[in-house]
């Protein structure tokens, strides 16, 4: 029970505080407007509580390491690998099972696939140093307050009832602007067929007609 409060407490908090973060990057970075980043309606994304829970348990993992800054190092490297993995595994979820692209790295060099590139592997990196040694020590501080405190799980629980919820939704949506997507697209062959078809039967009349 206690190891559930704590995944559901990272995934939560990752998940709301990821958002924000993907909100202020969109409006003044990338897109330079305000939009809701993301599959799901709610503000929350699932792929940085996913990423939380991978920084948490990386960072508190001892590898035996009797050098300190050796120790920090591999940390690090390994906390930015592993951002870089989940977030190639999270776009080839919506990829290939949903057909939504919710990021684009192929104008990007040494990209793969669109999903990873080296220059966001470095930003996650970056972010990977910085939850180390700044939001870590005091992340272990709540969890372990709140995996002691389970009265406030009910509100942890609730958060994650609402994401499950947003969800089911989101992606009946999305399955239902997919079927028709493809039906306009059946149609719109269809009728470029028949143009085609129209097309070649008045011009094979008219080569008639000019032979006659």
Sequence with gaps: MKYLVIISTLFVIGSLFGWVLELFFRRFVSQKRWVNPGFLVGPYLPIYGFGVICLFAVSNISFGINIE??????????????????EFIAGLIFIKGLHVKLWDYSNRKGNIMGIICPTFSLAWLAVGSIYFFFINPYLVQVISWISENLIYTFFIGGVVGMMVVDFAYSLHL???????????????????????????SLTKKNTKAEEK
Aim: hydrophobic fraction near 50%; aromatic fraction near 8%.
């Design 69 to 86: 800054w050796l120790d920090i190092l591999v940390h690090i490297l390994l906390i930015g690998i592993l951002m870089t993995v989940v």
């Design 174 to 200: 999305g399955l239902k602007i997919k079927q028709f997507a493809e039906l306009q697209s059946q149609r719109f062959d269809q009728v470029k067929k028949e143009l085609q078809r129209r097309v070649y």
